[in-house]
């Protein structure tokens, strides 16, 4: 299940790459996220731990890596054009779409 719901996250990042506003890409990506997660009953706690621990062992730290990387984009190009505050990074976007799941 974790497998196809990446890959559904995957093709949605394509997508949304190929949009010109950088604070829509952002919103979309959010909605994204917030689809991916909540499609894991009782999973956001280990997001979370493998977000915060980057255990190489953990299976889901490649995962959440990827997704924080691609929030961080999305919050930096935002960032670029006045639209978010310099203060907000991708890993505190990424904690807090798990964590309202």
Known sequence: ??????EELEARRA???QLDDALEKLRRWLR???EYFSAFS???????????????????TVPCENVIATT???????????QVRVTVTG???????????
């Open 32 to 34: 994204a996220m917030e």
């Open 42 to 60: 009782r999973l956001p706690e280990p997001l979370m731990a493998a977000a915060r621990a980057l255990d190489p062992d953990n299976p889901l």
């Open 72 to 82: 961080d984009e999305y919050v930096r190009a935002a960032q670029l054009t006045g």
């Open 15 to 17: 997508d949304i790459s």
């Open 91 to 101: 890993r505190d976007l990424f904690l807090l779409a798990v964590s309202v799941t």
């Open 1 to 6: 299940m974790l497998q196809s719901r990446s």
